[in-house]
């Protein structure tokens, strides 16, 4: 009889070590970007499941200090312009989809086009690092979203940025005007060819994005963004034991 009771114990506590742990609930502070033509001002981040919303965001042509907190479960969040968390199940109301970097909990969210066609805002996007951290004050942060390498020319220092991938210039070789002069080019083949010039002027305690996009023509243009500099969270204190 013993036997038996320890077992039945043993069956009754089996389903609560045995389920799924539910999953954590994270957050992120996003500054939400596009430079496309009547881009919603807003959208609503779900669950790509549809099961639930993380919240709303505001879409700006500019960076300032004002963002939106999401507050999501799993890696990412689609976007949609409805309410209804159901939205993000389908394909034709998505606007985009995007994973969060898990090493921060701030970025900028930067929605790039993936069509031509008037009244169509389905986009790629994708979240950069803003903290402090990543993205200090008086440096530049040239991200390339086009499909080709990317050369960045100040002064006689050179900054060559893959497709896909970012550089952070921190030590620009300004002058006594507080200035330097730029030409970026895009390789071509075997080739760089000269896409943009002009001059980048010191930050300061600001600091500046430099957007590399490419059209379907495969035109390269150069977009910079002035920002301001968020001080990092700090990390919660952790209780003595």
């Known amino acids: 009889m013993k036997t038996l009771s320890i077992l039945a114990c043993s069956l009754a506590v089996l389903p609560f070590f045995s389920a799924p742990a539910a999953a954590q609930v994270q957050e992120m502070q996003v500054r939400s970007l596009a430079f ?36 999501y479960k799993g890696t990412g969040v689609s976007f949609t312009r409805r309410t209804n968390p159901a939205s993000a199940t389908n394909v034709d109301e998505v606007i985009g989809k995007v994973e969060f970097p898990t090493d921060t ?7 790039i086009p993936t069509s031509q066609l008037q009244g169509n805002f389905q986009s790629r996007v994708v979240a ?15 991200v390339n979203f086009a499909s080709v390498a990317v050369k960045i020319e100040l002064e006689k220092e050179i900054y060559e940025i893959p497709p896909g991938e970012l550089k952070v210039i921190t030590n620009a070789p300004f002058g006594e005007g507080q200035s330097v002069s730029m030409h970026a080019f895009c390789k071509r083949g075997e080739q760089w060819e000269l896409v943009s010039t002009g001059v980048w002027t010191n930050p300061g305690t600001r600091r500046v994005l ?16 002035r920002d301001v500099v968020i001080p990092d969270a700090p990390a919660p204190e952790v209780a003595a034991p």
């Open 36 to 71: 496309q033509p009547d881009f919603p001002v807003e959208l609503h981040a779900h669950d790509p499941s549809g099961s639930e919303t993380a919240g709303l965001i505001e879409i700006k042509s500019f960076l300032n200090h004002e963002g939106n907190l999401l507050k």
């Open 210 to 225: 430099q957007v590399v996009t490419e059209d379907p023509d495969k035109q390269i243009e150069l977009k910079g963004i």
């Open 105 to 111: 909990k701030s970025c900028i969210l930067l929605f």
């Open 128 to 142: 950069i690092d803003d903290s402090a951290k990543a993205f200090p004050s008086g440096s530049f942060k040239v």
